[in-house]
Nanobody, 122 residues
Framework: QVQLVESGGGLVQAGGSLRLSCAVS????????MGWFRQAPGKEREFVSG????????LYADSVSGRFTTSRDNAKSTVYLQMNSLKPEDTALYYC???????????????WGQGTQVNVSS
């Protein structure tokens, strides 16, 4: 059973930074493309970032491009999301996601974490 466990969420002031981590167990981490999604209250879950199995290709939503950076350590079976210059509109529950493919549609994700809450105060 593949498990994804996020950590690193919390409360931060606007302009601050947080680093999310997602540890994966129960599967072969290096074969998955890994991603981050987020869901704010009353809104649909949205794509934030994705990284290929090798780490050589990354993709970001326009709303976070230039502020967020995703990376992975295959030896540690962990993916990261470094979030800088945070804004109140970044407040959401952030989910880690794993997929065998490269489609970042939420319906195409194979495995989800439980989420970690990020709150950005103004």
């Amino acid at each position: 059973q593949v498990q994804l466990v996020e950590s690193g969420g919390g409360l931060v002031q606007a302009g601050g930074s947080l680093r999310l981590s997602c540890a994966v167990s129960g599967g072969t981490f290096s074969i998955y493309a890994m991603g981050w999604f987020r869901q704010a209250p009353g809104k649909e879950r949205e794509f934030v970032s994705g990284i290929s199995w090798s780490g050589g290709t990354t993709l970001y939503a326009d709303s976070v491009s230039g502020r967020f950076t995703t990376s992975r350590d295959n030896a540690k079976s962990t993916v990261y999301l470094q979030m800088n210059s945070l804004k109140p509109e970044d407040t959401a529950l952030y989910y880690c996601a794993a997929t065998y493919g490269s489609n970042w549609n939420a319906q195409s994700i194979d495995y989800w974490g439980q989420g970690t809450q990020v709150n950005v105060s103004s």
